[in-house]
């Protein structure tokens, strides 16, 4: 990194802590690292706080991103990978673990929950999804052993896919081979307190209503639910259409909107959804198709990737003094790789994998939806996220 860049990334910090807006209400964001020239974490943080996220999700448990958020009050959940599920099987294994990665930075680092294993169901590998509650259950009862239970949960995110079921909403369930390791988890939630973490590609009200509704089902109407990913790319390849800058910031802009309104889903209307969108930075060492790798709010470099298109007249942010003197990214040529052990993530790219009759039967089943809200007069275009 050069002199003129470092200037330039400190620039940046400064007018983005200025034209973005102070949002009230909390947006989460996915810090994900599979990058080899993002900025060091101590510059990330202005970033977090210039697009008024007060929650970071992270895939691993990073310990400059933990130490260098230290203090700020932002709250982290941090991951641990699907490649560590069986050794969190043992109790003794899971409390070095947590000692090292969570213990550690607590309290000044306000990690609240830990994520074990990323869309580990849908992955259909039995003993992957078989050692997925014990090692939850391992490290909960690390946690529970070092007095930290209460202040930090423990789960795990799925896949929009474990649903068998989603539309109609009402009608929502879960993949019936999945069923059994569901409803393991979701004991294991109501019995210690922590959330249901679904990642949503893209958001619509109705498929989170299915959720609620395959939850339901299994009689765990109240379980708290948080959508852990949910995102939009801003650059693809010339096969992927919808991978555009002009949609990635509808959809994004149009999701921190309806997180500031504090917008549940026809089902639950007042419920405060917590999202985590996806994902601060463009990761350019992602595998995959170029969307993949174009996920970001931020360039590596700091500046935006598009504009948010959030109104510019709300209060002044209060982090520009914070932002004014970033200290100097110190090593960001090297950079490091997170474990990560994310699947393809190709969610978004609906009009990409599937073939006419598929986008015929799509357009039927909204159509269909928005007919079924007339009739329910309900006014569910309020709470989606329609880039069309
Ligand atoms: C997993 O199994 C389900 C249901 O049998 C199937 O629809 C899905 O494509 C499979 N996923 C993978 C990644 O193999
Ligand atoms: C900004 O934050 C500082 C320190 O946290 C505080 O003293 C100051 O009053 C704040 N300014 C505004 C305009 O909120």
Known sequence: MDFTRLHCFSLVIFISGFVFPVIVTSIGINYGQIADNLPSPENVVPLVRSIGATKVKLYDANPQVLRAFADTGVEFIVGLGNEYLSKMRDPDKAQVWVKTNVQAYLPATKITCIAIGNEVLTFNDTSLSDNLLPAMQGVHTALVNLGLDKKVTVTTAHSLSILETSYPPSAG???????????????????????????AYPYFAYKIDAVYSALASLGYKKLPVQISETGWPSKGDEDEAGATMENAKKYNGNLIKLISQKKGTPMRPSSDLNIYVFALFNENMKPGPASERNYGLFKPDGTPAYPLGLSTTTVLSNTSSDATSPSPPASSATGYLSISSTPGRSHYAISRELPTWGKVLKTLLILGYYVWGMITRKKHEDFDLDIN
């Open 173 to 199: 369930s879960f993949r019936r081979d999945l069923t059994e390791y569901i409803t393991q988890i979701l004991n294991f939630h109501l019995k210690t307190g922590s959330p249901f973490l679904i990642n």
